[in-house]
């Protein structure tokens, strides 16, 4: 089945010049690239993407994180496209669960600054990629 998913490569990814050998990988995995653009969030949109996590003890450091400098947004389409960048990305603590040969497990420093974002089911990432591309908003 087709999917799409939203990607962030966070400040950190794009700050260490990560953004091409990740987008290298997403292609090597077969996903297309339908949307893509580098942008810096500002406070609002950083809280409508992580509103789950208000009120939460990392929420303050998590906006911080986010809204430090430019990150790279895009659309994924591909068969199992979620599941598929999640797998690729590998899991959220680099050290401990991230498994290797994924994104965070090679090239992540810590839970935080690991690199990417990828949404975690479709109703998240329609949620996501209308709030990132209002253009290709569905429904």
């Known amino acids: 089945m087709t ?7 966070k400040p950190d ?5 990560f953004v091409g050998e990740i987008l290298s990988r997403v292609e090597r995995k ?9 942008k810096t969030a500002d406070e609002a ?7 789950e996590h208000l009120g939460r003890p990392f929420y303050p450091g998590l906006i911080e994180f986010i809204t430090s400098g430019p990150l790279v947004a895009a659309v994924l389409e591909g068969p ?4 598929a960048f999640r797998q690729l990305a590998g899991g959220t603590d680099p050290v401990e669960k991230a498994v ?7 090239l ?4 935080q600054q690991n690199l990417v974002h990828g949404s975690d089911s479709v109703e998240s ?10 253009e290709l908003a569905r429904g």
């Open 80 to 83: 199992r496209a979620i599941a």
């Open 30 to 38: 077969g996903l297309s690239i339908t949307a893509l653009e580098m």
């Open 3 to 9: 999917e799409r998913t939203l990607v962030l490569i």
């Open 125 to 134: 990432a329609e949620r996501e990629i209308s709030l990132w591309f209002p």
């Open 100 to 106: 290797p040969g994924s994104i965070r497990a090679d």
């Open 13 to 17: 990814g794009v700050a260490r010049r």
């Open 45 to 51: 949109l950083a809280g409508q993407h992580y509103a």
């Open 108 to 111: 992540a420093l810590d839970g």
